[in-house]
Each structure stands twice: as C-alpha cells, then as structure tokens.
T-cell receptor, first 114, second 110 residues
Framework: DAGVIQSPRHEVTEMGQEVTLRCKPISGHDYLFWYRQTMMRGLELLIYFNNNVPIDDSGMPEDRFSAKMPNASFSTLKIQPSEPRDSAVYFC????????????FGPGTRLLVL | GQQLNQSPQSMFIQEGEDVSMNCTSSSIFNTWLWYKQDPGEGPVLLIALYKAGELTSNGRLTAQFGITRKDSFLNISASIPSDVGIYFCAGHSGTYKYIFGTGTRLKVLA
C-alpha cells in the first residue's frame, strides 16, 4: 500500500485566498483525521471522520475551516479566506479505529500564508 | 486545560551518546505514546505505554510510564546519525482527547 497520500506537499498563498488540502487514506481504513502542527502548539486534532461522516469537529479553529469526505478514498480540508496565522503543517491520518496509536500519518502539507 | 511539558526542547549530542527526554502532564494519563518525526515527514509511532510503571523497549529506544501517571520518559542508547529528528509525546486521560507535546529536536553530530 502507498500509505496516506496528501497533496499538495507545499502551498504558498496570499492572505484572503482559498486553500484546499487533499488526502487519500489507506484503503480499508474507515477513520480519517486532520491535524495541524505548529512550533508553538505542537500537533492538534482538527476533525475526524468515521465512514465518511464527521464525528468530532471541535478542534476546527473557526468557520473559515471546513472539511469534507465525499467518499472512502478522499477528503479535503478547506480554508477560506486564509490568514497568515493559518501557516502550519497540516497532516492527514487514517486508521481502522479512533486510537491515536493505530493511526498512520501522511507526509503533511506545509502551508505558508503571506 | 490539560498541558504537556516536554523537555528538553532541543539537544545536540555526539554520535554514540545516550539521550534522555521526558514529558510531564498536568493531569493523570491512561496512555502515553512516543513518536518520531523525520524532516518533511509525518509522525511515526515508536512506543506505546498503557500501565503505570511500564517499561518498554524498541531496539535502542526505551520508554517508561511514570508511576505517578503524570510523566513519561524516553531514552535512546548509543545514538546514531539517523536518530536525528523530532521526538514528541502524546497521551490521554481516558477520553481519547489526546494531548501532544511540542517535541524535542535531536541533532546527532558524527
């Protein structure tokens, strides 16, 4: 298996622009997680899905962030409009259950908002 | 809210030296996890701990679940250049709301 696939790997955009991050989970995993990582705050869970349904989005910072999972093999995290404080590395992870230790992380998308 | 303090924040060591790092929580944890993150990659699980006092090894790595359940330790013996990266801890107190440390950045000088 190719593992969790994320795209793009790097994104540089200007404040106010829409940003869309993409994730393809490992086939057969029915849990998908989106995380944000910064130097100051470390890793933070934003939202997770089970069988394509959002279960817990309490970590989503504000309404500018939205996530969808239209099918078992694809998810998006969208930021609209983006702000400089959104600059971070965004990870997608997938698993067969909700425990952190069972999750496989993708390589991340490094986002820089100017 | 819950906090995790991880120390040291960074370390520069000579190849062959042993490394120690630790995490301290403001509350009792049921699970402690240790991860390594290589530059430009996602975190990879190194060791999982589930019981106070538990000591678990993975090759040259050894981690312990503190008996107070508020701390955990990771040791790396005889470091090699490929040990470079960020090591971070994570844990939860039974709610699956995981808290993450901010990481220890390790650099190994050959």
């Amino acid at each position: 298996d190719a593992g969790v696939i994320q795209s793009p790997r790097h994104e540089v955009t200007e404040m106010g622009q829409e940003v869309t991050l993409r994730c393809k989970p490992i086939s057969g995993h029915d849990y998908l997680f989106w995380y944000r990582q910064t130097m100051m705050r470390g890793l933070e869970l934003l939202i997770y899905f089970n069988n394509n349904v959002p279960i817990d989005d309490s970590g989503m910072p504000e309404d500018r962030f939205s996530a969808k999972m239209p099918n078992a093999s694809f998810s998006t995290l969208k930021i609209q409009p983006s702000e400089p404080r959104d600059s971070a590395v965004y990870f997608c992870a997938s698993s067969w259950d909700r425990r952190l230790e069972t999750q496989y992380f993708g390589p991340g998308t490094r986002l820089l908002v100017l | 809210g819950q906090q995790l303090n991880q120390s040291p924040q960074s370390m520069f060591i000579q190849e062959g030296e042993d490394v120690s790092m630790n995490c301290t929580s403001s509350s009792i944890f049921n699970t402690w996890l240790w991860y390594k993150q290589d530059p430009g990659e996602g975190p990879v699980l190194l060791i999982a701990l589930y019981k106070a006092g538990e000591l678990t090894s993975n090759g040259r790595l050894t981690a312990q679940f503190g008996i107070t359940r508020k701390d955990s330790f990771l040791n790396i013996s005889a470091s090699i250049p490929s040990d470079v990266g960020i090591y971070f801890c994570a844990g939860h107190s039974g709610t699956y709301k995981y808290i993450f440390g901010t990481g220890t950045r390790l650099k190994v000088l050959a």
